[in-house]
């Protein structure tokens, strides 16, 4: 599956991910082959980081 290029969409897609299937935004990026710090520049952009603690983007 390709993730989507719209930031909202590629949030809400990633935080599902994460809540139902990863532990960590790095095992999903192993598993799915993409680059974690692309994933948090295209999220940082709308104002969203990763919460390692809470697993999830949440707005800054």
Known sequence: MSLPNDPLLLMSVLNTKLR???????????????NRAELEAKLAAIGYRYNDRRNQFVLR
């Not at 139902?20 to 993409?34: G, I, K, V």
Request: charged share 35%.
């Open 20 to 34: 139902d299937y990863y532990s960590s935004l790095d095992a999903l990026c192993d598993d799915l082959n993409e």
